[in-house]
């Protein structure tokens, strides 16, 4: 473990003293001689510009916090195009994925030769596989509307397409780090996680040609969209960069000609990090015949209207669930998502966490499908490394309705985390997670200050 400034130090001032009653002093010093400084971690949900907002003046607690998230190195140009839609993003998490969900459907569409949920299902995962390779929505939907089968690559997807269950074979994954009360991508890492070979290699139906004017009864048109993302709740954090996605991609696809003859419409809507609240949409959603609902951000949210959407016919595409569990979620091939599942993400997780060389890890989960999920899948990666039932402690918290409104409760974790001896605590969760840190810090855990 590299060790601050601050830290050598105080282990110089305790050396001196010793030398009075030993002969010698450094390395081999016992570890009572100093407080045990206590590395942070962070996942996806909580590696954002915006999340020291939510310790308002306590911000300073983040520094030194370090996680990983999907991302991969995101292009100057893309960044030029999501702030031409919105100018004050201060974070890019899930932007190139949101944008990529509502391009494959407009590309599946095209293919399909209509606005049917069921067909435009079957294209989605051969959009990403074999075929011509194109780049660009104006590029894609043109050899789309010719009836050529495409393998679609763009920000996020960058190596392998879909594998059969309609989710990314491979991930980036970045490593990032909060220096200064914000993330300092001068120290970003990135790395490759997944199996190209897992992508499908199953061919799609073969893609109707567009002949003279493709609108009307016959192909459904206009494609109609629907957003399920966090507007609210606890994920709301993470909104601006999705929204601007999904904003970019109907912005360039309908400069580009369109769906079928026509613009693609987006029908605007909240998941609110809550089951309630996006069933509610769904429901609007299913009103409004809506074709294709991008979303929910969370997600158990996902989890908890999927079963909605399935039996309305519609297809769900999130940019952002990452829990291993819907991969197997009983969906009647009609959720799909850009975003890889923590199966991928714990292991670079894991990574990341034992390159510090960590002793006790404590690891943090809100109680839901993301937390629950993820936290088992680095539990079983740290055990693979040799960390037993003794030196890892899983802790949970409810994250309740309105976070806001209810601040969750962490004082008796923060004490078991802190008896326990922990120096390294993974938190997994959303905004409504930065309640633990401040919970570790009234507990008297001692945090690590920034690396020096």
């Known amino acids: 473990m590299h060790m601050s400034r601050g830290s050598r130090t105080a282990i110089l001032a305790v050396c001196a003293t010793a030398l009075l009653a030993t002969s010698a002093c450094g390395d081999d010093q016992p570890e009572e001689a100093t407080a045990q400084q206590v ?66 459907s407009a590309l599946a569409a095209q293919l399909a030769g209509s606005t049917d949920p069921a067909d435009i299902a079957k294209q989605i995962v051969g959009v990403t596989n074999g075929g011509t390779r194109c780049s660009t929505a104006n590029q894609c939907l043109r050899l789309a509307r010719e009836g050529t089968d495409i393998e679609y690559r763009s920000v ?8 059969d269950a309609g989710e990314p074979a491979t991930a980036s994954y970045a490593t990032l780090h909060f220096d200064g009360r914000q993330l300092n991508d001068a120290k970003t890492e990135f790395v490759g996680a997944g199996d190209d070979s897992a992508a499908s290699s199953k061919k799609p139906p073969a893609g109707r040609r567009q002949s003279g004017n493709f609108t009307g009864l016959a192909s459904g048109a206009p494609l109609v969209i629907g957003g399920l993302l966090p507007k609210t709740g606890d994920l709301a954090l993470a909104y601006p960069p999705m929204a601007a996605g999904a904003e970019l991609a109907i912005k360039e696809i309908n400069a580009a000609g369109g769906v079928l003859g026509e613009d693609v419409v987006w029908i605007d809507g909240d998941d609110g990090t809550s089951p ?70 714990g292991r670079a997780l894991a990574d990341v966490i034992l390159r510090d060389g960590p002793h006790k890890i404590a690891i943090v989960a809100r109680k839901d499908s993301y937390g629950e999920g993820l936290q088992e899948v680095v539990r079983a990666e740290l055990e693979r490394a040799g960390f037993g039932s003794d030196t890892v ?26 008896d326990f001896g922990a120096d390294a605590v993974l938190i997994i969760g959303f905004g409504e997670s930065a309640a633990v840190i401040q919970a570790l810090a009234d507990a008297g855990v001692p945090l690590a200050a920034l690396d020096g």
């Open 39 to 104: 590395r942070l971690y962070g996942t996806d949900g909580n590696m954002l510009n915006s999340y020291p907002e939510e310790l308002q003046d306590r911000a300073n607690l983040v520094d030194g916090m370090k996680g990983t998230t999907p991302l991969t190195p995101l292009p100057e140009g893309f960044k030029n195009r999501l702030r031409s839609v919105d100018s004050k993003l201060t974070d890019y998490l899930y932007a190139a994925e949101s944008y990529d969900a509502v391009v494959i």
């Open 276 to 345: 309630a609240v996006a069933k509610a949409t769904v429901a609007r959603h299913v009103g409004a015949e809506v074709h294709v609902i991008i979303g929910a951000g969370a997600s158990g949210i996902s989890a908890a209207v999927l079963e909605d959407v399935v039996k309305a016919g519609l297809i769900l595409f999130s940019p952002s669930n990452t829990a291993a569990s819907l991969t197997e979620a009983d969906d009647k091939g009609l959720y799909f998502r850009t975003a890889p599942p923590d199966s991928l993400q």
């Open 393 to 418: 402690k899983l802790l949970g918290y409810e994250p309740g309705e309105d976070a806001e409104a209810a601040p969750i409760n962490f004082s008796a974790g923060a004490n078991q985390i802190k």
């Open 156 to 163: 996020s997807i960058t190596r392998a397409g879909f594998t």
